[in-house]
């Protein structure tokens, strides 16, 4: 898959493939926030926090800061990162943003954990204070993806992690939604056109649903593709508003390259995909 329209670029995130072996300096004495143009340099050989935030729009951004970057546990293990701030509402930062891929204020706070300047994974919205100091403790373990449970329709508890090696499409759905049954038509033909090079995932978000109704309703489908339930409720950190289909893609490392919320063309999802590869 070669590098494709410039216009999707924006919507990606900029950095795919290995990272790249380096001697990472950790500080001692590291605990306040930078701008990014200040530290930029210094990414290679160093872990970072890049916080993107929003001072009028985002009131989970203040929760966040109150919640967590205020405490003394965060404060004490921010000495191994480099703190980078980032407001999506100036000029710089928006740019930021973009180059991201985060692409709306609903996804705000978003929170990435880099190393060497390569993305390892991000936490998106609100967290607890334990849940992101284990995080914290994951990217300086080197860990990198997202990562959930799900359910197959035999019952199997399966994990976004199982699905690494290839692109993956992360389609979450409900029987009862008509743009998803479109939607379908479309993930047919991205399957048809990459075959065995990529996953795609069919996740049903709607506790009325069952495997049985999600095969009578989705047939022609289930054959094709990987089809579950969204059992674990992980649907509400890509989902905006309940807005389906929504559909996540997540490159060969499970990282966050992208998310839209509303049927979708299938060349418009080519084009994501060839970009990330």
Not at 116 to 124: A, D, H, I, K, Q
Not at 168 to 195: R, Y
């Amino acid at each position: 898959m070669k590098k494709s329209l410039a216009l999707i670029l924006i919507l990606i995130l900029p950095l795919t493939g290995c990272i790249e072996e380096k001697e990472v300096k950790v500080s001692s004495s590291q605990e306040e926030w930078k701008n990014y143009e200040e530290v930029k340099e210094k990414l290679n050989g160093s872990y970072a926090i890049l916080y993107f935030y929003s001072k009028e729009q985002c009131s989970a951004c203040e929760k966040l800061e109150e919640n967590v970057f205020s405490s003394n546990d965060f404060i004490e293990k921010a000495k191994d990162f480099l703190l980078i701030k980032v407001d999506v509402d100036s000029s710089d930062g928006g740019q930021l943003a973009y180059k991201y891929g985060i692409q709306y204020i609903p996804y705000l706070p978003t929170v990435i954990f880099l190393l060497n300047g390569t993305e390892l994974f991000r936490v998106v919205g609100i967290t607890t204070l334990n849940e992101f100091l284990q995080k914290m403790d994951d990217a300086l373990k080197g860990k990198m993806g997202d990562d959930f449970p799900f359910v197959l329709l035999d019952g199997t508890v399966k994990h976004l992690s199982d699905y690494r090696g290839k692109p993956v499409i992360v389609d979450f759905m409900a029987t009862w939604c008509q743009p998803c049954h479109m939607q379908m038509k479309e993930l047919s033909k991205v399957k048809e056109h990459f075959g065995n090079n990529i996953y795609i995932i069919s996740l049903d978000i709607y506790e009325g649903d069952d495997a049985n109704k999600i095969k009578n309703t989705f047939g022609e489908y289930v054959n094709k593709w990987i089809f579950g339930m969204d059992e674990y409720k992980v649907a509400s950190k890509y989902v905006l508003e309940g807005g389906i289909p929504t559909l996540a893609i997540f490159d060969s490392h499970g990282r966050w390259k992208y998310v839209k919320t509303g049927y979708t063309s299938s060349q418009t999802l080519i084009d994501v995909i060839n970009a990330i590869e």
